[in-house]
Structures are given as C-alpha cells and as structure tokens.
C-alpha cells in the first residue's frame, strides 16, 4: 500500500513538473516582445511603471500560476497521504522544486523576450533551453559521468579507477550535472532519503581508497542555483529594458 502511495504521488508530481516546464515559459516569453509587437511598449515607457516593477510584476503573474497549479494537485496528493509511503518531508520538497523551476523557466522567459524583437523568436529560444535542460542533461551526465553520483549514494563503486582524485570529481561533476535537472534531481533526492534518510549531507565512501567524502542532496543544489539564475535573468532583463529606454 505504501509503494502504491509513493508511485501516486510520482506521478502527481511528474505531471505537475510536466505542466510547470510547458506553460510558465509560455506566460513570459512575450511579455516584452509582445510590447513591441503590439506598438505599445514606447507608451509603456512613458508611464510610471519602472524596469523593476515590471519584471516584478511579471514573475508575480507567473509564480500565481504555479501555487494555483500545486494548489489544484492537493486532493491528488492527499489521495496518496492516505496510502501512506509519502511523508511531509517529500511534499515540502517536491513543492520547493517545482516553485524554483517555474521561477527559473519565467526569468528565461523574460531573459529572452527582452533580447529578441519577436515573441516567436523568445518562445522558440527558451523552449530549446526548457527541453536541454529537462531531457538533454541527463543524457549527457550519463556519457560524461557513467552515474557516479547514483552508485556513490547507493553504496556502489563510483567509478572503475583506482584515483581518488578521479573517483571524486566525477562524483562531484555528476552531482552537478544532476541537480540542474528537475527531473533526476528529484529522483535521487528521493532515493537518498528512503535509503539514507537524509535530505542534506550525506558521506559517501570512495571505492578507490575507503575515504569518505561529504555529497549534497540534489534538491538543496538545485534551489540554491536555480535562486541565483533567476536573479541573474531578472537583473539582466531590467538592464535591458533600461538600455532600449536610453
């Protein structure tokens, strides 16, 4: 009963995930392109209405979406709270990673549609980092990394080679490579809390010479990087629409 909680509550999660990586570039992507496709946005810049505001105001109509979007999914959730398999702690943290990834999608969205002239050319560019992001990465932590940080936190050796040093940056490239994506970033952060019961620092055993070394749950890498990206889009877009206004 517990497994069949814990799928269901997957499965809400995946959808949801799906839904956050598809719509939210949709709601900002034309935010100011679509300005100047509509002749509208020389008027915008004579109003009151400053750079900051703007954008503000912009990830507030995205965010909205999102908590609607988690809201709508909570009867779904509660379904699999009564299964049991699906404690507090997981709810919290697929909440956190879904908010931080529509947060990040938004600022691409608004990244984008401030550098190009047409909402199609914006759309079409953050939808192709959306999909690298999401489905790309993955593919290419496999053939650069060979799973390292999975093997490390399941128990298994890391990598075939005999250097510490080597065992250790690719256990420490996969982890990164895992915590940009959503996707696997849920995944074993999961994995490590139903193996470990961890969701911050775990110490991982080298297989090349018995150490030990400290390994973040993917879900606290991704916040924080997510956080800092989406800041960064943000400032980058105000400065932007405050070159156009010059």
């Known amino acids: 009963t517990g497994e069949l909680g814990r799928l269901l509550f997957i ?26 496709e509509r002749k509208t946005y020389d008027l915008l810049q004579t109003t009151l ?19 609607l979007l988690l809201a709508s999914a909570i009867p779904l959730q509660s379904i ?17 990673v879904l908010m931080v990834t529509g947060l990040v999608l938004g ?3 608004l990244f984008y549609s401030a550098q190009t002239e047409r909402t199609l050319t914006s759309t079409v560019r953050v939808y192709t980092v959306a999909l690298v992001l999401c489905f790309g990465l993955p ?17 298994l050796p890391a990598l075939a080679t005999s250097s510490p040093v080597r065992e250790t940056l690719a256990i ?11 996707i696997t970033a849920s995944f074993y952060t999961q994995q490590m809390l139903i193996d470990h019961q961890q969701i911050g620092v775990l110490q ?18 991704l916040t924080l990087i997510y956080l800092a990206v989406t800041a960064v889009l943000i400032l980058l877009s105000i400065r932007r629409m405050r070159r156009n206004v010059l």
């Not at 995930?17 to 300005?35: K, Q, R």
């Not at 505001?53 to 979406?65: C, D, I, N, R």
């Not at 699999?80 to 956190?96: H, K, M, R, W």
């Open 11 to 36: 499965g809400v999660v995946g959808v949801e995930l799906v839904l956050v990586i598809f719509i939210v570039p949709a709601l900002t992507a034309g935010a100011i392109s679509g300005e100047r």
């Open 49 to 67: 209405l400053s750079a900051p505001m703007f954008m503000v105001g912009k990830m507030e109509s995205a965010l909205g979406y999102i908590v």
């Open 80 to 96: 699999a709270f009564l299964f049991g398999g699906v404690g507090e702690t997981e709810v919290i943290i697929a909440f956190v």
């Open 107 to 109: 600022a691409l969205g």
């Open 139 to 155: 593919i290419v932590g496999a053939i650069l990394f060979n799973n390292a940080y999975g093997n490390a936190i399941s128990g």
């Open 172 to 182: 420490y490239g996969d982890m990164l490579i895992v915590s940009l994506n959503p």
């Open 204 to 221: 991982v055993q080298l297989a090349s010479n018995g150490a030990t070394i400290p390994v973040l749950s993917p879900w606290l890498l």
